[in-house]
T-cell receptor
Framework: EAGVTQSPTHLIKTRGQQATLRCSPI?????VYWYQQALGLGLQFLLW???????NRGNFPPRFSGRQFPNYSSELNVNALELEDSALYLC?????????????FGQGTRLTVV | KQEVTQIPAALSVPEGENLVLNCSFT??????LQWFRQDPGKGLTSLLL?????REQTSGRLNASLDKSSGRSTLYIAASQPGDSATYLC??????????FGAGTTVTVRA
């Protein structure tokens, strides 16, 4: 069974541009989480989607947004990129909310803003 | 707000020694606790999940305990191998509806 897949693996953007990151959850999982891991920092919670709805949001500005599609895949959009947005972005999926079931992570998208 | 702390931040041991990694959390009203492994520049691999009603979980050489009342979990790795070198993260699921992560313990197992 395929795990959580993220695309692209690497993304290089210029400051001020927009980035779109994609995540396909494990089949049957309805919850998708996004985390940011900047160099030297821990994992910071970004967004939680479940059944197509945004259920929770971390302490990030509105230029970080996303959505979940009817097939439960998800997209994270970062507008007006800043240099400090450079980080590893990780997506996780779980069959229920991750606070009640095991969460599985993808390999991440490395975003570099120059 | 749930705060998760992992001590030590780094650990270096000779091959064969047992590893003890600690995780503490401030709010004992948790739903679950999960241990992950992360290799440099890679995603997270789930190691063990402990539900709040459980005291421990075991998988092969790994054993994790949970003491909810004192806000602590310990991950034991028996007979360490160089392939165990990685960063180990604990994450707590609580009623703020997200997994809160510690900063991790970076383990080096010397051959």
């Amino acid at each position: 069974e395929a795990g959580v897949t993220q695309s692209p693996t690497h993304l290089i953007k210029t400051r001020g541009q927009q980035a779109t990151l994609r995540c396909s959850p494990i089949s049957g999982h309805t919850s998708v989480y996004w985390y940011q891991q900047a160099l030297g920092l821990g994992l910071q919670f970004l967004l939680w989607y479940d059944e197509g709805e945004e259920r929770n949001r971390g302490n990030f500005p509105p230029r970080f947004s996303g959505r979940q599609f009817p097939n439960y895949s998800s997209e994270l959009n970062v507008n007006a990129l800043e240099l400090e947005d450079s980080a590893l972005y990780l997506c996780a999926s779980s069959p229920l909310t991750a606070i009640r079931s095991e969460a599985f992570f993808g390999q991440g998208t490395r975003l570099t803003v120059v | 707000k749930q705060e998760v702390t992992q001590i030590p931040a780094a650990l270096s041991v000779p091959e064969g020694e047992n590893l003890v990694l600690n995780c503490s959390f401030t709010d004992s009203a948790i739903y679950n606790l999960q241990w992950f492994r992360q290799d440099p520049g890679k995603g997270l691999t789930s190691l063990l999940l402990i539900q709040s009603s459980q005291r421990e979980q075991t998988s092969g050489r790994l054993n994790a305990s949970l003491d909810k009342s004192s806000g602590r979990s310990t991950l034991y790795i028996a007979a360490s191998q160089p392939g165990d070198s990685a960063t180990y993260l604990c994450a707590v699921g609580s009623n703020d509806y997200k997994l809160s992560f510690g900063a991790g313990t970076t383990v080096t197992v010397r051959a």
